[in-house]
């Protein structure tokens, strides 16, 4: 719907004004809100019903001009809210008993007493329309808070079934013109739970239809809300009873560990009290700290020797495997030195031995058994290992000849 469309379609519908005050029938309507909301110290309301939800007339009878004589506050209406909500720049606002609307009549100032933003709207099946962080100017949120003012009056436009369709403002009234609202529920800084005198107790909190009595209080810390006026139920009750013992466990479970945190502190009590008095300390389940960093310093560096014989043990018998060369012993004995033992070993493992290194240094090594004997030739050597003859036998020989 673009903005030609929708001037169109508004300039269609009723206007209903929510106050007593009576206006012109043919093209208002009245239906008044009960206030119901919570003003805090800062002078906000969390939310402030602003319609009821279903069908809703006034006291005179209005509206006259719908399809079935009320009013339609449902899903579908809310759509439509919402649609010019959304069009809005400026926040909607209250003023007090319509004055906005009066103010080129009576010459009198039309002073806001309210704002919330366009976007602050919602809608709760079963309950109605509803504005969400009202802002209150601090001489609205003392009239709340003092019961001067209780009840809340929206202007809107409607159509033929009855829906509205576009919000106009709204406006603080003692006048109501719709029955069924919920009732109201101030929050007052000075009120006194405990006061129970008939003569000083304000009556809104002692009537039949009282706001929140002292188990509707409790319920609401325990996080059950109990609608104005309705009686709480048992399975509200059994929801703040679970409540509450979820609560209790939670208090045990904190109560334990404040038992072991003092059982740990008297325990380092008692021990302190024990050296200051000169009391002896059980030497074979301490030692001194001294004595355990001169342990720890000798363990350290018979570790390090260790490592180091068996880096060394490694690097050479992966030599003489034929799994490394001569040029990388360097690499692995660093490689070993940083990463430790463990790494070295599992990195030369997966080496695959090249048989001609191994070989290789066989014949290395049995040149240098050869060539370690003065005493006889590479051929001598030879013979007595293929003849299997002792040196002694062979070297008296050898002189005999």
């Keep these: 719907m673009n903005q030609h469309q929708r001037q169109i379609f508004t300039s269609s519908l009723s206007l209903a004004v929510l106050s007593t005050q009576s206006q012109a029938p043919t093209s208002f309507g009245l239906a ?9 110290d800062s002078g906000t309301s969390p939310r402030v019903q602003l319609m009821p939800d279903g069908y809703f007339k006034s006291h005179d009878g209005r509206p006259d001009d719908t399809e079935l004589g009320a009013w339609l506050m449902d899903e579908s209406a809310f759509n439509m809210l919402k649609v010019f909500a959304d069009q809005r720049s400026n926040d909607f606002h209250f003023d007090y008993e319509h004055q906005t609307l009066n103010a080129d009549d009576n010459g009198k100032e039309a002073p806001a007493a309210g704002w919330f933003n366009p976007k602050d709207l919602e809608y709760v099946p079963g309950e109605g329309l509803f504005a969400l962080n009202v802002k209150w ?5 003392n009239y709340l808070r003092n019961d ?3 009840y809340i009056s929206p202007v809107f436009h409607y159509g033929k079934d009855g829906r509205p369709v576009k919000l106009r403002h709204f406006a603080l009234t003692n006048e109501p013109a719709v029955d069924g609202m919920k009732q109201i529920a101030v929050l007052k800084g000075n009120a006194d739970p405990s006061n129970s005198n008939p003569e000083t107790t304000n009556p809104e909190t002692n009537s039949g239809d009282t706001t929140m009595n002292q188990a509707q209080k409790l319920l609401a810390l325990l996080g059950v809300t109990v ?15 679970a409540a509450l013992k979820t609560l209790q466990a939670r208090a045990n479970s904190v109560d334990g560990l404040t038992n072991q945190l003092n059982d740990a502190n008297n325990q380092v009590a008692a021990l302190k009290a024990n050296t200051n008095a000169g ?6 389940k301490y030692v001194p700290v001294e004595t355990y960093n001169a342990m720890a310093g000798q363990l350290a560096v018979l570790k390090s020797e260790n490592d180091g014989l068996s880096i060394e043990q490694e690097i050479e018998k992966a030599r003489s495997d034929g799994r490394i060369i ?7 004995n660093q490689l070993g030195q940083q990463k430790g033992i463990a790494v ?5 493992d997966a080496r695959t031995p090249i048989a001609a290194l191994s070989q290789q240094q066989a014949d290395k090594t049995q040149d240098k058994n050869q060539q370690a004997d003065p005493e006889l030739t590479t051929e001598e050597l030879a013979v007595l290992k293929a003849t ?4 002694a036998s062979f070297l008296k020989n050898k002189d005999a000849n």
């Design 32 to 40: 008044v809100c009960r206030f119901n909301a919570e003003v805090t």
């Design 137 to 141: 100017t601090d001489k609205a949120a």
């Design 148 to 150: 001067e003012y209780r």
């Design 227 to 241: 609608e104005d006026g309705e009686t709480p139920t048992d399975a509200q009750f059994e929801t703040g009873m």
């Design 279 to 284: 009391g002896e300390v059980d030497l074979s």
């Design 326 to 332: 001569a040029a990388e012993t360097d690499y692995f």
């Design 344 to 348: 070295l070993k599992a990195t030369l």
């Design 388 to 391: 299997g003859i002792d040196k």
